[in-house]
Every structure is written in C-alpha cells, then in structure tokens.
Antibody, heavy 119, light 107 residues
Framework: EVQLVESGGGLVQPGGSLRLSCAAS????????MHWVRQATGKGLEWVSA???????YYPGSVKGRFTISRENAKNSLYLQMNSLRAGDTAVYYC?????????????WGQGTLVTVSS | DIQMTQSPSSLSASVGDRVTITCQAS??????LNWYQQKPGKAPKLLIY???NLETGVPSRFSGSGSGTDFTFTISSLQPEDIATYYC?????????FGGGTKVEIK
C-alpha cells in the first residue's frame, strides 16, 4: 500500500525554523517527483515546493529563498526546511506524490502535519 | 501565475441530484487540469486528471470536461458520501495553482 507520513510540525515563533519530514512506503520512492502542498485552516490549497527524481527543485515566489525541499532516497524520505517563518506560513503541510516522473498530478497524499507560527 | 476561479464556492443539493462545478483559468491551459475531493479533516484525493480522465477506483458518477479556459466537474447523482470540498488544479506550468474550492452539502 502506498503511504506517506508527515512529521515535524509544531509551534514556532516568527522568524524561527522548522524541518518537516515525509516517510514514504509502498512504492519506489526514487522514481517519483515529490511535492509539498499546504492549507491554512479553513482555506484552500497552496503548492509549496517540488523536487524531481534528479534532485531539481522548484518553489513559488511566496516561499522561494526561505524554504528548501530535499530528498534522501536511501531512507525513502522527503524533507522541507522552513526558515524565516511568518504567521502566514501557518498551515497543515501535506507531502504529495506526483503520478509519474514529470507529472504535476498528485495521486497520493499524506495525512498532513500542522505548523503554527505564533509568538 | 495562472488564476483559477471556481464556482460556486458552496452548494446544497439533494441526494440523487446532478451537481455541477465550474473552474475558469485566467489563460489557456489546454487540458492541464485536475479535480480533487477533500473530506473534512482528511487529505485531498485525486478524482479526475487531464480534465476528463477518471482516476482508478473512483465511482463513475464523477466526471470532468472542458479545455482551454473553461472546465466543468459533474456528480451525476449526489450521494451522502460525496459531502466534501472539491478543488480544481492547473498544471500548465510549475506555478501550480488551485481553485478556491466548492463545498458540497446535502440539502
């Protein structure tokens, strides 16, 4: 069974840092592009970052320069390093698998981990 | 970035009703559009990809159509388990964006 399990969320002060993890199982992790998508409470979905199978990375302007996505294929793990956090970054963060290499369709999602940025 | 305008933002319908949701892109995105279902407290689930293709295991009462800038998502006969928020997502480029969502409730 394909499974994604996020961890690492919590309460952090504005300007602080947090590292999220996503443990993948049930598929050949190294063969899939992976993404992070977030959702503020009661709000819609926002794409946060992507990493290809070759380690190429992509970000929207809202997080570029503050967030870093990475992967460790030997550990079937995806990461999101978040620095200079702001109140607007408060959200549930989901890791999501792209349907195939080069695909931008999310066919599997984790259950999410909550990040709260507040003093 | 491409803006996705989804309507309505919410709707209430009876069991068995036909439900239609629209999504309009701010520019031509060909058929690069997906639809997701999100039940309360859960992660989104892929229902439709490439505008009109049904994901494996998804009931056939769900369908999608459209191309260019105008897209439609339809539930042919609303069931109680379809209570959820539905989102469109464009993938014309890597500035991926979602519609604002449509909350579907039972009347």
């Amino acid at each position: 069974e394909v499974q994604l399990v996020e961890s690492g969320g919590g309460l952090v002060q504005p300007g602080g840092s947090l590292r999220l993890s996503c443990a993948a199982s049930g598929f050949t992790f190294s063969s899939y592009d992976m993404h992070w998508v977030r959702q503020a409470t009661g709000k819609g979905l926002e794409w946060v970052s992507a990493i290809g199978t070759a380690g190429d990375t992509y970000y929207p302007g809202s997080v570029k320069g503050r967030f870093t996505i990475s992967r460790e294929n030997a550990k079937n793990s995806l990461y999101l390093q978040m620095n200079s956090l702001r109140a607007g970054d408060t959200a549930v963060y989901y890791c999501a698998r792209a349907a195939g290499s080069g695909s931008l369709t999310f066919d599997c999602w984790g259950q999410g981990t909550l990040v709260t940025v507040s003093s | 970035d491409i803006q996705m305008t989804q309507s309505p933002s919410s709707l209430s319908a009876s069991v068995g009703d036909r439900v239609t949701i629209t999504c309009q892109a701010s520019q031509d995105i060909s058929n690069y559009l997906n639809w997701y279902q999100q039940k309360p407290g859960k992660a989104p689930k892929l229902l439709i990809y490439d505008a009109s293709n049904l994901e494996t295991g998804v009931p056939s009462r769900f369908s999608g159509s459209g191309s260019g800038t105008d897209f439609t998502f339809t539930i042919s006969s609303l069931q109680p388990e379809d209570i959820a928020t539905y989102y469109c997502q464009q993938y014309d480029n890597l500035a991926l964006t979602f519609g604002g969502g449509t909350k579907v409730e039972i009347k």
